[in-house]
């Protein structure tokens, strides 16, 4: 089981969850962050200090943001565990999903 990252961050990027997260996990998109579900210790830290309330348990991510598990495992395909978001710095991509959508600042 992992924690997911869904629609409410897209092109919010607060990074709040990112300095809570005790095991570097939460990698940063263009767009979005994203968390390795690999690298993820079911901690959820990350949950309470995200400001837009993007972050849900796997189990708990809402019916309209469902794809966005999938989202979050798929961003890893190429990249595998690099093993700390920090070493690997903001990733020049999103998952097609994120690409998908139009500019959401200004409605969050």
Known sequence: M??????PCVDVLDRACVEECPVDCI?????????H?????????CE???P??????EDDV??????YYRANVDFFDDLGSPG??????????????IMALPPMAAEH
């Open 27 to 35: 990698y940063e998109g263009d767009r979005m962050l994203y968390i």
């Open 62 to 67: 809402p019916a309209q943001w469902s794809e």
């Open 52 to 57: 837009v309330e993007a972050i849900f348990y």
């Open 84 to 97: 700390g978001a920090s070493k690997m710095g903001k990733i020049a991509k999103d998952h097609p999903l």
């Open 48 to 50: 309470p200090v995200c």
């Open 2 to 7: 992992t924690y997911v990252i869904a629609e």
């Open 37 to 45: 579900p690999d690298e993820c210790v079911d901690c959820g830290a």
